[in-house]
T-cell receptor, first 114, second 106 residues
Framework: NAGVMQNPRHLVRRRGQEARLRCSPM?????VYWYRQLPEEGLKFMVY????????ESGMPKERFSAEFPKEGPSILRIQQVVRGDSAAYFC????????????FGEGSRLTVL | KNEVEQSPQNLTAQEGEFITINCSYS?????LHWLQQHPGGGIVSLFM???GKKKHGRLIATINIQEKHSSLHITASHPRDSAVYIC????????FGAGTRLTVKP
């Protein structure tokens, strides 16, 4: 299956721990997007990355959150010192041509902070 | 006011009915996407539009760039179409509508 792969699918963390979410885009795709869906809320854009570059991080909280998409390997969304309000589903999508390209979504990673 | 407005918020239909979901937006866009999110939470991209009209099976999506409006139509609706349909407008970032929760009853 050459689709967008996210892992882990479910992650449980205690307050103060770190959460790392991984996204492997579709083969050949160099554009990756991260979105967050809080419980009972809509999707919110977080960050848009190309290989080794952050293109738009206007949706990222200023503190504790970071994202990268290295030359080799998956994109990583990192949340430091998690709080209960970080509990959400985090979706990754990839495209081959950026904002004018078709998007393919991963199944999401569901983070629960105890 | 949200930059992407969808209507209706909730929609219940009988199997076989023709369904329309509307989306209006107020920002400049490179493309507009219609997404489907099933109760399990997974998201599928149904259409990506920058102009005109697209059709896939029983689904039709249209966009009017001048009026900043798009519609998603489902013909001969079926219970398996029950899901949340989300309109999203795309530049570098992406702005999402709140979604339309569709329930199709047999």
């Amino acid at each position: 299956n050459a689709g967008v792969m996210q892992n882990p699918r479910h992650l449980v963390r205690r307050r103060g721990q770190e959460a790392r979410l991984r996204c492997s885009p579709m083969k050949g795709h160099s554009h990756v997007y991260w979105y967050r869906q809080l419980p009972e809320e809509g999707l919110k854009f977080m960050v848009y990355l190309q290989k080794e570059n952050i293109i738009d991080e206007s949706g990222m909280p200023k503190e504790r959150f970071s994202a990268e998409f290295p030359k080799e390997g998956p994109s990583i969304l990192r949340i430091q010192q998690v709080v209960r309000g970080d509990s959400a589903a985090y979706f990754c999508a990839s495209s081959g041509t950026g904002p004018t390209g078709e998007l393919f979504f991963g199944e999401g990673s569901r983070l629960t902070v105890l | 006011k949200n930059e992407v407005e969808q209507s209706p918020q909730n929609l219940t239909a009988q199997e076989g009915e023709f369904i329309t979901i509307n989306c209006s937006y107020s920002v400049g866009i490179s493309a507009l996407h219609w997404l489907q999110q099933h109760p399990g939470g997974g998201i599928v991209s149904l259409f990506m539009l920058s102009s005109g009209k697209k059709k896939h099976g029983r689904l039709i999506a249209t966009i009017n760039i001048q009026e900043k409006h798009s519609s998603l139509h489902i013909t001969a609706s079926h219970p398996r179409d029950s899901a949340v349909y989300i309109c999203a407008v795309h530049n570098n970032d992406m702005r999402f509508g709140a979604g339309t929760r569709l329930t199709v009853k047999p």
